[in-house]
């Protein structure tokens, strides 16, 4: 008896010695992969996260990791020398600040927007002009802060166009990023709110209620660059290659973009 379970114990103390020495090995398996960080403005959030799901079953070796923002804060992060391989900006004005400073070599426009302004979807309220956004029936009105969000931006050169961004002030509720101006009018915390065509697309809580002409505010290209600081550069490039090809093409333009060339 006393002999079996000795036997017992040497068992359990083989079978443990197993189980710790296949614990590095599944570390260095982890290991091997190469973490790729992209800076990229939060408007791209449902198309990249789709596009990464393709590329990462195509690389096992890569992982993508995402960092969504205002692309105005995004470009201070990599300024401030945050880590990041690649910069995806909802505007130029962002990705020219990078390249001027010597922070991002090779770059290219990929993409074109639309500036809309949306509303709940149960709202009755009919508009034809964003001047209407006067009119005592808009209580709030969402938009990016002008500073750091470039939909914010648009929205500014907007409404300063046609001479009402000044009358408007006490109705404007600020938000961080173009998602959260369309979560403010989802939850009915404003009436209306500036947002980019493909973020209207992505949510069944509001609607669009008027696309505003692209003559009244600059054009809306994503460009994308790489950070010269990059660790890994090959692999960041390689993705950078590949939101170039038809298969990424295929999935921005289904989530409302349009292709810059």
């Keep these: 008896m006393e002999m079996f379970k000795k036997l017992g114990v040497v068992v359990m103390a083989v079978l443990l010695a197993v189980a710790l020495s296949a614990v590095p090995e599944k570390q260095v398996e982890a290991a091997k992969k190469t973490e ?13 996260d789709k596009i990464a799901v393709l590329y990462e079953k195509q690389h096992p070796d890569i992982d993508l990791v995402f960092n969504y923002g205002a692309s105005g804060t995004l470009q201070k992060q990599i300024e ?3 880590p990041a391989d690649l910069f995806f900006s909802a505007g130029d004005k962002q990705m ?4 001027d400073g010597g922070l991002v070599s090779d770059n290219t426009e990929l993409l074109k927007n639309q500036l809309v302004l949306v509303v709940p979807s149960d709202s009755k309220t009919s508009i034809s002009t964003i001047t209407q956004l006067t009119d005592k029936s808009f209580k709030k009105v969402a938009v990016g802060q002008p500073e750091s969000v470039p939909a914010g931006q648009y929205a500014q050169q907007s409404l300063t166009a046609k001479n009402v961004w000044d009358t408007l002030q006490s109705k404007l509720v600020f938000a961080k990023d173009v998602r959260q101006v369309l979560s403010y009018v989802e939850t009915g915390n404003a009436d209306a709110g500036f947002v980019y065509k493909t973020d209207a697309l992505t949510s069944n809580k509001v609607k ?6 692209a003559h009244v505010h600059k054009a809306i290209n994503y460009p994308v660059g790489l950070v010269k600081e990059s660790k890994h550069q090959a692999e960041a490039k390689a993705f950078y290659s590949y939101v170039q090809t038809k298969s990424a093409n295929d999935v921005f333009t289904s989530y409302g973009f349009k292709l810059a060339n």
């Design 80 to 82: 401030q020398g945050a």
């Design 36 to 48: 790729i960080i992209i800076s990229a403005a939060a408007s791209l959030q449902d198309s990249l």
């Design 96 to 99: 020219k600040a990078l390249v």
């Design 208 to 213: 669009i209620a008027l696309t505003v002409g």
